[in-house]
């Protein structure tokens, strides 16, 4: 069975950093759900940050990610990216749904460093070590997409 990474603030877990959740009500996700192919996580949780926390964005000319305060958290923002590829490593997981711009999530966009709500182009941490290892990322904004490549997916025998 293909399993799924799912970002924790989509199926309503209060992991983001004002201490929300960002529920995605979508059918294809309730039907994954029911079929236990989806596995939650959120990687700035599992980095160590707590609920609630400061907003962070990804300082463009450092990569260091900082909060709006400027303390470093780039530390646990890449061991949670790291947790997450161990987590798909082991449970063979080759599809991950993820929050759009967030600074770990962010597939397509991320906010811009300037804590303004401005967005560039770019992906966060943990997508883009995902991405690195074989892991296809989707977000909100292209689940669409995800819904279609799963449907014509089919796992394959792995040659022994």
């Not at 470093?72 to 759009?100: M, P, W, Y």
């Amino acid at each position: 069975m293909i399993k799924i990474l799912v970002s924790a603030c989509f199926l309503g877990e209060k992991v983001r950093y004002d201490g929300t959740s960002q529920q995605l009500l979508n059918q294809s996700l309730l039907s994954w759900i029911h079929n236990k192919q989806v596995v939650s996580f959120c990687p700035e949780i599992a980095g160590g940050l707590p609920v609630p926390r400061q907003p962070a964005e990804i300082q463009a000319k450092s990569q260091r990610i900082l909060t709006c305060d400027g303390v470093d958290v780039s530390a646990q923002f890449n061991k949670g990216a790291q947790r997450a590829l161990t987590l798909c490593q082991q449970h063979h997981i080759r599809f991950a749904l993820l929050k759009e711009s967030s600074p770990s999530c962010g597939s397509t966009t991320i906010y811009d460093g300037t804590f303004t709500q401005e967005k560039m182009s770019g992906e966060g941490v943990t997508t883009k070590l995902l991405r690195q290892h074989g892991v296809r990322v989707f977000s909100e904004k292209n689940i669409t997409a995800l819904i279609a490549e799963l449907a014509s997916f089919s796992e394959k025998p792995s040659p022994h």
